[in-house]
């Protein structure tokens, strides 16, 4: 009988999602992005080589492997397109086994102009976007104004979409922001050519989902970004312009939700937040021999799609454990332990004082967070090495108390822990497709 799991990041995105899809899809064949759009980043390792994938799914490294983009992904297809020549010419199979939904909302060059107009207006109060247009398409689905993969094959019907999204959007650029105005004949004709390639990509992925689950096949749902970048229950506006809590997983992909049977939870042993917002836990990474800064320097904190330096905390379990409760989180996987290594004392985010009240879960909207101040428990650190350890009893002593410290309050189990890049640097309890 298939089993099929939702992988979902629990804070700020970063958390190493892509990592642990790839070393599930061993247990797996077919694996889902639901959400989101190029603006995701997910970095493997694999037998010592980076792959660094931005819209395909990240089972593509994982011979014979079928992959999947639901109708809940923003798609800029020459982007995707580059993106699978890039990793055929690494010798992967890519297009062969990548379906596309012709559902997915098109994203192209207006809007990434438009979100560059937008954060530039704003000045120091901007978001943070990655620039990608992921807001603005949205707001086009919202506003049943977007084009979507489907029109790309009725080039009349597009183009007649496409110049009335373009004047209005041209409009905006022009005397809201007083940018330049987007070229109508550019993006069609790159569109076009666009729509040859990707044509034999295209495929129903909510039928096909449904046969291979009826075949006994287990799917993995990858999700992009965090919990706490939700449109509707992180730190709004600093958030992302979609769900990317695991019930989006059904609607993103087409699927119902009784075909979801167990959601993997994804956390670092501590916090990154990239862009702006609100942050609790967040320490000073610029000071050397500062715990902050062994996060940074060492954990390698920079974006994958941005190369941006990410804002790093100690772990705010009092945001984990509503990001538990708004995911209905099975189990959890910690990652990054080993960044740890060597802190002679680490600190946990149990809750929060706010108007003078003990809050212990992250309240809703960035107005009210930023007005927490973290309240801490404190745990020994450990001087050993974790890199690459393979089981619990490979952990120190005050590392086991660490994760067990987690469990108890987030009360669901660690049954995974990532203690490195590779594929093979994890620690296995239970495993989710068990």
């Known amino acids: 009988m298939a089993k099929n799991v939702v992988v979902v990041g629990l804070q700020w995105g970063d958390e190493g999602k892509g990592k642990v899809v790839d070393w599930l899809t061993e247990h797996a064949q077919g694996v889902v992005r639901f959400h989101g759009g190029h603006n995701a980043g997910h970095t493997l390792v694999v037998d010592g080589v980076d792959y660094k994938l931005n819209l395909v799914p990240s089972g593509i490294v994982r011979k014979g492997v079928q992959?999947?983009?639901?109708?809940?992904?923003?798609?800029?297809?020459?982007?995707?397109?580059?993106?699978?020549?890039?990793?055929?010419?690494?010798g992967l199979e890519v297009r062969s086994r990548l379906k596309v939904s012709p559902g997915c909302p098109l994203i192209f060059s207006y809007h990434s102009a438009l979100d560059i107009a937008r954060e530039a207006a704003k000045g120091a109060g901007k978001i943070g976007t990655t620039a990608k247009g992921i807001g603005p398409i949205h707001e086009d689905k919202v506003a049943r104004r977007s084009l979507h993969v489907y029109d790309l094959f009725h080039p009349q019907r597009f183009g007649e979409k496409l110049k009335e999204v373009l004047d209005y959007h041209n409009f905006v650029l022009t005397q809201r922001f007083g940018a330049s105005a987007i070229s109508y004949q550019a993006i069609y004709d790159q569109a076009m050519a666009d729509a040859e390639e990707l044509h034999p990509l295209v495929a129903d992925v909510s039928a096909a989902l449904y046969q291979a689950n009826k075949a006994g096949h287990n799917l993995l749902f990858e999700g992009a970004h965090g919990t706490m970048l939700d449109i509707d229950h992180g730190t709004y506006p600093f958030v992302t312009s979609s769900n990317c809590v695991a019930g989006q997983a059904a609607a993103g992909s087409g699927i119902g939700p009784g075909m979801l049977h167990h959601v993997l939870g994804i956390a670092k042993a501590y916090c990154t937040r990239v862009g702006g917002g609100p942050f609790p836990s967040e320490l000073d990474i610029a000071t050397a021999d500062t715990p902050g800064y062994q996060m940074s320097t060492k954990g390698r904190e920079f974006g994958t799609v941005t190369g941006r330096k990410r804002r790093c905390?100690?772990?705010?379990?009092?945001?984990?454990?509503?990001?538990?409760?708004?995911?209905?989180?099975?189990?959890?996987c910690i990652t990054k332990l080993d960044i740890l290594d060597g802190l002679p004392e680490l600190k946990l985010c149990t809750g929060y004082k706010l108007d003078g009240k003990t809050v212990e879960l992250l309240p809703l909207g960035a107005d009210d967070v930023a007005r927490c101040e973290p309240i801490y428990e404190a745990l020994p650190g450990w001087k050993e090495n974790t890199f690459g350890a393979r089981s619990p009893e490979a952990l120190p002593a005050n590392a086991r108390a660490y994760l067990q410290r987690i469990e108890q309050l987030c009360e669901v189990p660690i049954n995974t822990v990532s203690t490195g890049p590779a594929r093979e640097e994890m620690i296995l309890k239970q495993h989710p497709l068990a």
């Open 67 to 90: 992959c999947y983009i639901g109708n809940g992904v923003v798609l800029e297809p020459h982007h995707l397109l580059a993106e699978c020549k890039a990793l055929e010419a690494r």
């Open 313 to 332: 905390g100690w772990l705010d379990v009092a945001a984990l454990k509503r990001a538990v409760q708004l995911n209905g989180v099975s189990s959890l």
